[in-house]
Each structure stands twice: as structure tokens, then as C-alpha cells.
């Protein structure tokens, strides 16, 4: 018999299990069997599919045994089992890490741990909030070997080959002396009924009971095995929508996603016509944890005509909706398709493109509290979809969202554009990394004296890749106030007269700058700053900051516009300064002050601190 040491987290794990944390504990029958209806969903495909096992007489069963007097709960399907390599990979480790971010995210509050489970993919672990001890016999189908996996939730299992006649899986749970709730029968029903009524096989209770025999005196009591089935055993997708509650719907989401709390919303629609197909998808209240790795799980299932195809193909959906849970079944798609056709398929094609559509619909149409959490969730998934899905661009521009220099809530471009001005049809923002840095910048100064609303876009690694290629929204032009004149009151004729009378000032503040700067001008975009750096948006290298980004690369430096404010009283004071070394000291302070106030660090920062300190001594 081979022992072996549980990946370090996941030792934490079951010590954090073993030792009660969670209070919803029944989920890990929730748990166990939407694991045990995935593997007979997987082994349905193969008995319709593959030669080897198309003559087998088969028909997919869960089975959950209770045994009062051995105190243990079995759970069984005849499903497509696991070898021995797959029980030491996904009992003995968990893919990508996801106890780590389980760990991380704990909270502390039971009932929002318990929560927590699905969403990292360590289902089968939640057995240890009930077991004291787990045993795992497995068959793969199409193999002779059985094997065990057995564990008491500390630091070691071990892996031995038995024997098993039939593919699937067997797990026993011995449970702890106060878990005998779960030995119950009623309550084991109540909690199939409320967590896995739609699992699509029959869930069999098997348990002893007693009958009484005879009246009076006479009566005895006879113990008898009964057996019976507990769940609906109906496809839920497949049912009318008139035929279903809201709670349905609901519970189904529980047992697909994993997840213990309420979808914000879901869409259950049967096309029919050229094509038939039927959808059922949810977007849940909160982000999949792996929603922004490369390896992510996607939550769509495909089946064809109610047989199981694929749980992992990401081609489902467009990838920027690769949070959504629910249910692709097909009436056309051949049941024998292979991985490689389904990503041409002309029929998944249009499903794709259908489901799409009805998915943005359904998120446009969320109000009040449940938009506000779709934001908060998955407005940046939102932002990567304007960028790749061309055909669906102007539905997501009506649901992405963004802070804003006049209102306190996050605003949509169509509230923007209430408040516009309808003849100019302009939509300003401004794009950085640091949000109060944003809001604080000298370039937002002339728009708020004017009382201009400016979209603040503090994801600058999306928004500066994304925004840029927007364009125009119902005809309203987006304007990067960076790379704009701000609004003003003046004349070009006034401008130019302005520039003119500081015309010394400016080329001897650039003679001292040198090639640390493109151009030093006057500007009347500043009411109570000094100075300002912006980029010059003739320059060719200005429009490129999103292809360097794309490439994970840092933009190459280039030199900038400082614009100086000839009504701030340091500048009046600066163009008649006569001394040199001091007139240098400000000159570069008003260039390194400006950066800062845009979030960007002066070439030399000890020099920067020498001259504030050196001023600061002048004055004091």
C-alpha cells in the first residue's frame, strides 16, 4: 500500500474541514453528487459513442447508502470511474492552486466560507466538515484495475488497487459520532430535494427500516431494506418555463455552479426553426476566482439531445463572458463530435452568436442593487469584450461603466450624454493608473470651471488599450483630454497675444529643460495650478502606449508638453527673476511637480527634493 502526503495546502485544508469551520456542513452531499452526476454524464457519452462499450446494458444511477449501526454514509454512481492516477490527481492535488486562493479569501464568517467552496473547485474536500474517515474505490471504465484512495483528513492517503466490478465510483464516509443527523433518512432527503432534484439520473436512498407485524401483545417489529428514489430525475432545461419556479431555477444554479448563494439573474430560452437548441445560463453574484487566468474553468456545459459532451470547451462563449454558468443542448450537432469540429462548427457558430446576444440583453436589463454588483464584478470582463466582439460592441457600450468628476455613483456613456452638450457631442475622459491622482490632476481644472463632466478611468492596463478604439458612442466622439485644448473663454486671438508676451519666459524655461521637453507653451486650461505635462498627440509614439501594453511591454519615454499658467502668481513672479540658479531650481520644479500631479516620477528625484528643500529655505 503506497502513502503519500497531501499537497501542503490542501492539509490545511482539511484541518480548517475537520475542525467544523463551515455551518452550512449538508453541502457535501450537494457536493458528492453533482460530482458523481458529472462522472455519469461522462460515461453516457462513451456507452452512445465509442464501439468498445456501445453493447453494454447501462443505465446511469446515484446511490447513497446509510448505515446506522457502521455510522457511514456511501455514495455510489456507475459512472466513468477513476484510475489510479486520477484519484492521486484530483483527490491528492487541486489544479491551479485554488486552495491557496481559498485559503486566502477566508473570511471567518462560517456561512460565508461555506459559500466559498465551489467557487475554488474543492468540492469533494467539504466530506471533511461530516467525516471522520473517506475511503474511494474507483474502476475506470474500460480498465481491469480497482483502486482505493483512503484518507482520515490529516496529513497522508493512501492509494492500493482492490477489486470493483462495475465502472464508477464508491465513496464511504465514516462519519463523526455527532453527524448522525446525516444517518437520517428524512434529512438526507430534504437535502437532495433542495440542492439536487434536476440531477438528470435517479438519486436511490437505500436504508433499514422498521415494520411492525401482528396487533397487541402480538406485535413485533421486523427490519426490511428499503429503497427508493428521491429526486425528479428531469433535465430542469428541458422542462416548460411554465412548469418551473423561481426556485427551481435557483436550486439548479446551486448544484451547476457549486454555489451557495443566488444568481443575480438567469435566461432559459428554446429556439426552434432551422435550428433547435435550448439554453439555461446564469450570471452569478460573484466573479469566479480564476475569472482573469489564463487556465480559467469555464462553466458552460454542452449536450446534444440530453446526452453530456464537454464541461472545458472555452469556445462555448466569447471568453469575455467566461463567468456565465448554465447549459448548451443541441437537437442538430452530431453526438459523436469531436473536440477539434466543434471549434468550426457552423451550428455551435450560431448558438454562440444567439446566446451572445440574449446573454448582453439580459445584463443591459438588470437594475438598481443587481446592475450595481454586475459592475462591480465584471465591468473590466465587460471593457475586454468592446475590444474583441465587434458585433456586439454597441450593446456592451450601453452596460460598461465608469467614475466620473461630477457624480459620486459609476455612470454609463448613455448618462453621460443626458447631460452632454448635444451640439458639441463630445464624451471626455482622462486615463491613468491611481484614481485620486486623477481627479486631483491640473488637466480636469478648466473642465471644472466650466462644469464639463470628465469619465475618470483608473484601469489604465484595459482602459488605454480599449478606450482609444471605442471612437464614437451614438454619435458622441470620445476625447482624451490629455491630447485636446481644454475648454476656454479666450480667442485664439487672445491665446496667441498671451503666448507672445511670455514668448522669453517659455524659451528660457525650455532652454534650461533641454530635451527633457518637446515644447514649453502658455495655456489657459489652468485656473489654480502653476504648470501642467501633457503628450503631444502628433507625436508617433503617443497612439502606440496600447500596443506596448498588448506586448507586456513598458512604453519608451518621451519627452512631453509642459504648459505654464500665466495668471498663477509663481509664473509673474518667475518672468522677472533674475537670478539664474534659482530661475534654473523653479524652472525644473514646475516640469517634476507637474509630473507628479499626473501620477508620473521626476527624472531625478533627489535633485527634485534638493530644490524643494532649497527653496523652502529661502522662504523660510
Not at 314 to 335: A, N, Q
Request: proline share 3%; aromatic share 8%; with cysteine.
Amino acid at each position: 500500500m503506497a502513502k503519500h502526503q497531501f499537497q501542503t495546502e490542501i492539509g490545511q485544508l482539511l484541518k480548517l474541514m475537520t475542525h467544523s469551520l463551515y455551518s452550512n456542513k449538508e453541502i457535501f452531499i450537494r457536493e458528492l453528487v453533482s460530482n458523481a452526476s458529472d462522472a455519469i454524464d461522462k460515461f453516457n457519452y462513451l456507452s452512445l459513442t465509442d464501439e468498445k462499450f456501445k453493447s453494454e446494458e447501462w443505465s446511469g444511477k446515484i446511490n447513497i447508502k446509510l448505515d446506522k449501526e457502521d455510522n457511514s454514509l456511501t455514495i455510489a454512481d456507475n459512472g466513468i470511474g477513476m484510475n489510479e492516477q486520477d484519484l492521486m490527481d484530483h483527490l491528492g492535488t487541486i489544479a491551479k492552486s485554488g486552495t491557496k486562493a481559498f485559503m486566502e479569501n477566508l473570511t471567518g464568517d462560517a456561512k460565508k466560507d461555506s459559500n466559498l467552496i465551489g467557487q475554488f473547485g474543492v468540492g469533494f474536500y467539504s466530506v471533511f466538515m461530516v467525516a471522520e474517515k473517506v475511503d474511494v474505490i474507483s474502476k475506470k471504465a474500460g480498465e481491469e484495475q480497482a483502486y482505493m484512495f483512503s484518507t482520515d483528513g490529516t496529513g497522508e492517503y493512501e492509494v492500493k488497487p482492490v477489486t470493483k466490478e462495475e465502472h464508477g465510483t464508491v465513496i464511504y464516509i465514516k462519519l463523526k459520532e455527532d453527524e448522525k443527523e446525516f444517518l437520517d433518512p428524512w434529512r438526507v432527503k430534504e437535502v437532495v430535494k433542495k440542492y439536487s432534484n434536476h440531477i438528470a439520473y435517479p438519486i436511490m436512498l437505500n436504508y433499514e427500516d422498521i415494520e411492525y407485524e401482528g396487533e397487541g401483545d402480538d406485535k413485533t417489529e421486523k427490519k426490511v431494506q428499503k429503497s427508493e428514489q428521491i429526486n425528479e430525475a428531469t433535465a430542469l432545461w428541458t422542462l416548460p418555463k411554465s412548469e418551473l419556479k423561481k426556485e427551481d431555477y435557483i436550486e439548479f444554479y446551486k448544484t451547476i455552479a457549486h454555489d451557495s448563494d443566488e444568481p443575480l439573474t438567469y435566461l432559459h430560452n428554446k429556439v426552434e426553426g432551422a435550428q433547435e437548441f435550448t439554453t439555461l445560463f446564469y450570471i452569478p453574484k460573484t466573479a469566479p476566482m480564476d475569472m482573469y487566468r489564463a487556465d480559467y474553468t469555464p462553466g458552460v456545459k454542452l449536450y446534444v439531445k440530453r446526452v453530456f459532451i464537454t464541461d472545458d470547451d472555452k469556445e462555448l462563449l466569447p471568453p469575455y463572458l467566461r463567468f456565465v454558468k448554465g447549459i448548451i443542448d443541441s437537437e442538430d450537432l452530431p453526438l459523436n463530435v469531436s473536440r477539434e469540429l466543434l471549434q468550426e462548427n457552423k451550428i455551435l457558430a450560431n448558438i454562440k452568436q444567439n446566446s451572445t446576444k440574449k446573454i448582453l440583453q439580459a445584463i443591459k436589463k438588470l437594475k438598481g442593487e443587481d446592475a450595481d454588483t454586475f459592475v462591480t464584478q465584471y465591468n473590466r470582463v465587460m471593457k475586454e469584450g468592446i475590444y474583441i466582439d465587434h458585433v456586439n460592441k454597441d450593446l456592451l457600450l450601453d452596460i460598461v461603466k465608469y467614475k466620473s468628476s461630477t457624480q459620486e455613483e459609476l455612470v454609463s456613456f448613455e448618462e453621460y450624454i443626458s447631460r452632454g452638450d448635444s451640439e458639441k457631442k463630445e464624451i471626455y475622459y482622462i486615463i491613468g493608473e491611481d484614481e485620486k491622482v486623477l481627479r486631483n490632476s491640473p488637466l480636469l481644472e478648466a473642465y471644472k470651471k466650466a462644469n464639463i463632466e470628465v469619465l475618470i478611468m483608473d484601469d489604465q492596463e484595459v482602459d488605454s488599450i480599449v478606450t482609444p478604439m471605442i471612437g464614437q458612442y451614438k454619435e458622441w466622439t470620445l476625447k482624451d483630454i490629455t491630447s485636446i485644448d481644454a475648454p476656454d473663454s479666450k480667442t485664439e486671438e487672445e491665446k496667441e497675444e498671451i503666448a507672445k508676451e511670455f514668448k522669453s519666459l517659455t524659451d528660457k524655461i525650455k532652454e534650461v529643460l533641454g530635451e527633457e521637453v518637446k515644447e514649453v507653451k502658455t495655456t489657459s486650461r489652468l485656473t489654480d495650478s502653476p504648470s501642467c505635462v501633457l503628450k503631444d498627440p502628433s507625436d508617433p509614439m503617443a497612439g502606440m502606449a496600447a500596443m506596448f501594453a498588448q506586448m507586456g511591454q513598458e512604453m519608451p519615454e518621451t519627452p512631453l508638453i509642459l504648459e505654464i499658467n500665466p495668471e498663477h502668481e509663481m509664473i509673474k513672479k518667475l518672468d522677472n527673476l533674475k537670478d539664474k540658479a534659482l530661475f534654473e531650481d523653479l524652472s525644473w520644479i514646475l516640469l517634476d511637480s507637474a509630473k507628479l500631479s499626473e501620477g508620473l516620477e521626476p527624472k531625478d528625484k533627489g535633485a527634485f527634493a534638493q530644490r524643494i528643500a532649497k527653496l523652502a529655505s529661502k522662504v523660510i
